[in-house]
Nanobody, 119 residues
Framework: QVQFVESGGGLVQPGGSLRLSCAIS????????IFWYRQAPGKEREMVAD????????TYSYSVKGRFTISRDNDKNTIHLQMNSLKPEDTAMYYC????????????WGQGTQVTVSS
């Protein structure tokens, strides 16, 4: 009943920028955060950023803080991740989901969107 559709990934050079979008259908649970996660081949999934709809509070992992910005559209059904100053280590499949906390994946995963940072 809740679905996520990620888009906006692509190939970019180090130092470049991308803007990811997460279109949300259905209604997420009360008091749930919305997260951007990423997973590189052979590595564990990690949280990149989250936003709490009540007040639009945001949190970032140390590795992306100051470079990435998570935001929500006025219609509340689309979450964005503006990624600047991209580094090769940002290369991963990016997903969004929602949950009570980091690691609580409350809904089925979308297809993700691939971000590749390479010269």
């Amino acid at each position: 009943q809740v679905q996520f559709v990620e888009s906006g990934g692509g190939l970019v050079q180090p130092g470049g920028s991308l803007r990811l979008s997460c279109a949300i259908s259905g209604f997420i649970g009360s008091n749930y955060y919305i997260f951007w996660y990423r997973q590189a081949p052979g590595k564990e999934r990690e949280m990149v950023a989250d936003i709490f709809p009540a007040g639009n509070s945001t949190t970032y992992s140390y590795s992306v803080k100051g470079r990435f910005t998570i935001s929500r559209d006025n219609d509340k059904n689309t979450i964005h991740l503006q990624m600047n100053s991209l580094k090769p280590e940002d290369t991963a499949m990016y997903y969004c989901n929602a949950g009570r906390y980091n690691g609580h994946y409350a809904y089925p995963w979308g297809q993700g969107t691939q971000v590749t940072v390479s010269s």
